[in-house]
C-alpha cells in the first residue's frame, strides 16, 4: 500500500457490555477505524498484533479492571505512547486522580454524549499528531547536522557529541531544561553552511590560504541564509548558532566580530563545545589531541576566544563530557 494513501487513526475500545460498544461504534464509525474488545486480556492481545492510535477503555469490568489494563499498557515500551480515555458512569465512585497518576490522559462518562466523545478523541488524537510531527522534526534536524559533517566526519558523531556538551555546558549555566534540550537539538546544525564548502578546502591537509580562509568562514552566512526566515523557535535558534558559533570573546571572531555579551549565549556556548570536539577528534587532515591538551588551550583562550565563565563550568562538568565523548565514540564505516 503506497505511503500517499493515508489511513483512518484506529481506536481500540474496551467494554464488557455490548450496548456500550455498539453506541461508541454509532459515534465514531465513520471517522476512524474502530477494534473492540470485551474484557482487559483480550485488549493486551489486540495491542499485541495491532497499530492503534487511541483507546476508550471502560473501568469497571470483570477480572481486570481498566486502571489494571492501562498500568500495562503504560509498562510496555511499545504501547506506552497510545493515549488512554477512561469511559465511567455516574453512578460509579472513581478515584479519577489514580487514573491520571497511571498516564491516562481523560475521563469521558456514561451515559456518553456524542458530540462530547467526538471531541475529546479528536484533541487528543491532535495531540498525538503532534508529537509526532515534532519527532520528524527533531529527525530531520539530525540529519541535516549529519549531512553538513558527512565530507570530514562520516560517521556524524562529531555532531552528536558537540550537541551533547552544549547541553550539558547549558544546564550548567543554568538554563532550563527545555531550552537546554532546544539547544542540544538546534546546536546539530552548527555547521550546515560547510555543505557549500568545496572539498579542496574543507579537507585540505595544510594551512588554509587567505583566500581558502575567507571561503572557509562563508560557512556560518551559507549556514545561516539556510536557516533564515524561521518559523520556528527551534530554528531560530539553529540560525543564531550558525552565525555566530565562530565569534570570539574579544572580538576577533567570524563573522560579524561580535564581542563579550553581543555574542548570543547559545553562540558561545557552541563555540566552546565545538572547539573541544574538533580538537579531540582525528580528521583525515588532522590528529587528535589529547584531552589534557584541549581543555589547556580552552583554559589559555578564556577570556580571549572564549567566554571565561563558560570555559570554567566546562571544566567543572569535564566528567559528563568525557562520559559523552566515549557514549559517542567514532565507528568505522566498512565502504566494501
Given amino acids: 500500500m503506497s505511503l500517499l494513501n493515508k489511513t483512518l487513526p484506529r481506536i481500540l475500545i474496551v467494554d464488557d457490555e455490548p ?32 497499530e492503534v492510535s487511541l483507546i476508550l477503555l471502560d473501568i469497571m469490568m470483570p477480572d481486570m479492571t481498566g486502571f489494571e489494563v492501562c498500568e500495562q499498557v503504560k509498562a510496555q515500551p511499545h504501547t506506552a505512547h497510545i493515549p488512554v480515555i477512561f469511559v465511567t458512569a455516574l453512578k460509579d465512585t472513581i478515584d479519577e486522580e489514580t487514573g491520571f497518576n497511571l498516564g491516562a490522559v481523560d475521563y469521558i462518562t456514561k451515559p456518553i454524549v456524542p458530540a462530547i466523545v467526538r471531541a475529546r478523541v479528536k484533541t487528543h488524537l491532535s495531540l498525538v499528531q503532534a508529537d509526532v510531527l515534532k519527532a520528524t522534526q527533531v529527525d530531520l534536524i539530525q540529519r541535516l547536522g549529519r549531512a553538513a559533517e558527512y565530507k570530514d566526519n562520516e560517521t556524524g558523531m562529531h555532531v552528536l557529541r558537540m550537541s551533547h556538551y552544549a ?3 547549558a544546564l550548567a549555566a543554568g538554563i532550563d531544561a527545555e531550552a537546554a534540550n532546544e539547544l542540544l537539538l538546534a546546536s546539530q546544525m552548527h555547521d550546515l553552511g560547510k555543505i557549500a564548502i568545496p572539498d579542496n578546502i574543507l579537507l585540505k591537509p595544510g594551512r588554509l590560504n587567505d583566500d581558502e580562509f575567507k571561503q572557509m568562514k562563508a560557512h556560518t552566512l551559507i ?51 565545538d572547539v573541544f570536539d574538533a580538537l579531540t577528534s582525528e580528521r583525515p587532515y588532522k590528529a587528535a589531541w589529547p584531552v589534557e591538551e584541549a581543555v589547556n588551550l580552552l583554559q589559555q583562550e578564556s577570556g580571549k576566544h572564549f567566554d571565561p565563565d563558560l570555559v570554567s563550568l566546562f571544566v567543572q562538568e569535564l566528567p559528563k563530557i568525557l562520559d559523552i565523548k566515549h557514549q559517542f565514540a567514532e565507528q568505522i564505516i566498512n565502504k566494501n
Avoid: C
Fill in 223 to 273: 549556514g545561516a541564509d539556510i536557516l533564515s526566515d524561521p518559523r520556528s523557535q527551534l530554528v531560530a535558534l539553529a540560525y543564531s548558532i550558525a552565525m555566530t558559533h565562530h565569534e570570539k570573546w574579544d572580538g576577533s571572531g567570524y563573522p560579524k566580530g561580535l564581542k563579550g555579551l553581543e555574542i548570543p549565549l547559545e553562540g558561545r556556548i557552541a563555540a566552546i563545545a
Fill in 19 to 50: 450496548a456500550n460498544l455498539k453506541v461508541l461504534r454509532q459515534v465514531l464509525q465513520d471517522s476512524y477505524r474502530l477494534t473492540f474488545a470485551r474484557s482487559g486480556a483480550d485488549a493486551l492481545e489486540l495491542l499485541e498484533k495491532e
Fill in 167 to 169: 547541553h550539558v555546558l
